[in-house]
């Protein structure tokens, strides 16, 4: 079976400070990746997705950055955190485009 | 460029009264995959249906859909709501075509609140 691990669950962080969010999947062999942003009230919101190690595509400009360093993981980070970053951040994968999305537990970012 | 509206940000329901969320988009792509997810309280949103078969009635845990192409419409129904029905419902659109790359849309989400 397939599982889907996100780290850390919460986080609360300063203003300017970095972050680096995480994501594994396991039990499944080049899924295709996806991070999304869920602002506090607000709608889901695509950020990035990778099809293949070492491939990301940005799909939303919110001063963040993505990585795929090996094919089962999938890490969001930015050197300094704005205010606007605070939100529910969801890692998914699926099979192929346009298929089922399966989405992490998410992690709570709250910047201070 | 793609789109999915959901008119209701709110529903408020009471239990055994049918459910009806609305859901149309846009796209240019002749092949839309639609879906609907839910979000529980302080849950990851799961995959509740999805189609692309235009015309053609799913079904899964007493929810229904049919995505209609002519009205670009894929409207969540229930015959009768019951209380854990109360979740956070998105309708999202992907493209089969795959000139979208792997985008998935998102509706802004309706919220439904069922009553005793």
């Known amino acids: 079976a397939q599982t889907i691990h996100q780290w850390p669950v919460a986080e609360i962080k300063a203003v300017g400070s970095p972050l680096s969010l995480g994501c594994t999947i396991k039990?499944?062999?080049?899924?295709?990746l996806y991070w999304y942003w869920q602002a506090t009230g607000g709608t889901l919101q695509q950020l990035f997705y990778?099809?293949?190690?070492?491939?990301v595509e940005s799909v939303v400009q919110l001063n963040l950055s993505a990585s795929r360093p090996k094919d089962d993981q999938f890490i969001l980070s930015t050197e300094k955190l704005l205010l606007s970053h605070s939100g529910f951040y969801l890692c998914?994968?699926?099979?192929?485009?346009?298929?089922?999305?399966?989405f992490g537990k998410g992690t709570r970012l709250t910047v201070v | 460029g793609d789109s999915v509206t959901q008119t209701e940000g709110l529903v408020t329901l009471t239990e055994g009264l049918p459910v009806m969320l609305n859901c149309t988009y846009q796209?240019?792509?002749?092949?839309?995959?639609l879906f609907w997810y839910v979000q529980h309280l302080n849950e990851s949103p799961r995959l509740l249906l999805k189609?692309?078969?235009?015309?053609k009635r799913t079904e899964h845990q007493g929810f229904h859909a049919t995505l209609h192409k002519s009205s670009s419409s894929f409207h969540l129904q229930k015959s009768s709501a019951q209380l854990s029905d109360s979740a956070l419902y998105y309708c999202?659109?992907?493209?089969?075509?795959?000139?979208?790359?792997?985008?998935?849309?998102f509706g802004i989400g309706t919220l439904l609140s069922v009553k005793p």
């Open positions: 998914a994968w699926s099979l192929d485009r346009a298929t089922e999305v399966f």
């Open positions: 039990g499944k062999s080049s899924p295709n």
């Open positions: 990778s099809i293949t190690v070492g491939q």
């Open positions: 796209t240019i792509y002749s092949n839309p995959f």
């Open positions: 189609s692309f078969t235009d015309n």
């Open positions: 999202a659109l992907s493209d089969l075509g795959g000139s979208s790359g792997n985008k998935l849309i």
